[in-house]
């Protein structure tokens, strides 16, 4: 009996020893399961964080790009600004100059008409003063010999009656030196004037003849002019012969009319011309 009991002890000892190996093993198994699920949520939660990492680190780089941009901007318009600043100086400069150049201008301008008006009244004057001179010689002189008014000046007019050449000669009379001192000392009370000697002849003889006739005829007026005293500056001649004549016709009255020397006074300060 008593041996028998041992048997049944000694049976149920290894049955004892194998379940004790069996819940270490869960025990292990378990433990390393849960090892290896906090490994795995471990692992994710560094990729969570790696993720993380990465999305702030775009954003930052974007925020970064973002204030840069942005200071970009606010240098450009800060430079802006100043060149508007600038800009505005520089125009407000160039409006007070220009203001300035268009006031002297008017100024100028004003100067210029006041000018003008003085200038244009100074020549009426003067015209004015130059006309009744005009005037005044032709009065004189008309009473001498014909003086008539034309577009030029005015033109005295010495006939056959009133200078008595001889027949193919240019010397000059005594009572046509009278004649001639007589014009001279008119003429000398006036001044601003030239005075062209034109000789003329009839129909009588060829135009060679008659011009050279005509010619010799008016430096023989124009040489005792100067000896009466004119100035010789003012005092020019010119032969025209036959081909002025100043009336139509082969009679002796028309001839008589045309054999002629004529003293053209012009005005210097006086314009004729249209």
Do not use: C, W
């Not at 006036?190 to 006739?213: E, F, M, Q």
């Not at 430096?219 to 081909?243: M, N, T």
């Not at 009255?253 to 003293?263: G, I």
């Amino acid at each position: 009996m008593t041996s028998l009991s041992l048997r049944d002890d000694d049976a149920r000892e290894p049955a004892g020893t194998g379940r004790a190996l069996v819940i270490l093993v869960l025990i292990l198994f378990a433990v390393v399961a849960a090892m290896g699920y906090l490994a795995y949520r471990g692992v994710q939660q560094m990729r969570a964080v790696e993720r993380q990492m990465a999305a702030l680190t775009v954003k930052a780089d974007a925020s970064a790009t973002q204030a840069r941009q942005a200071l970009e901007r606010a240098v450009a318009a800060e430079n802006a600004a100043r060149a508007a600043a600038e800009g505005r100086t520089v125009a407000e400069a160039q409006t007070v100059d220009a203001r300035q150049q268009a006031d002297a201008a008017r100024q100028e301008a004003t100067t210029a008409k006041e000018t003008a008006a003085q200038a244009q009244a100074e020549a009426a004057a003067i015209r004015k003063k130059a006309e009744e001179e005009v005037n005044r010689l032709q009065t004189a002189l008309g009473q001498i010999a014909e003086t008539r008014r034309t577009a030029l000046g005015l033109v005295m007019n010495l006939g056959g009656d009133h200078l008595k050449f001889e027949f193919d000669k240019a010397d000059l009379q005594p009572a046509d030196k009278e004649l001639l001192s007589r014009i001279a000392g008119i003429l000398m009370t006036s001044h601003d004037y030239t005075i062209s000697v034109n000789g003329h002849t009839d129909d009588v003889g060829s135009d060679a003849y008659n011009k050279k006739l005509s010619a010799r005829r008016a430096q023989s007026v124009r040489d005792y002019l100067v000896q009466a005293g004119l100035p010789a500056d003012i005092l020019s001649v010119e032969g025209h012969g036959k081909s002025l004549p100043l009336v139509r016709g082969t009679s002796e009255a028309a001839r008589a009319k045309n054999r002629r020397v004529e003293l053209g006074l012009v005005n210097t300060q006086i314009r004729y011309m249209r």
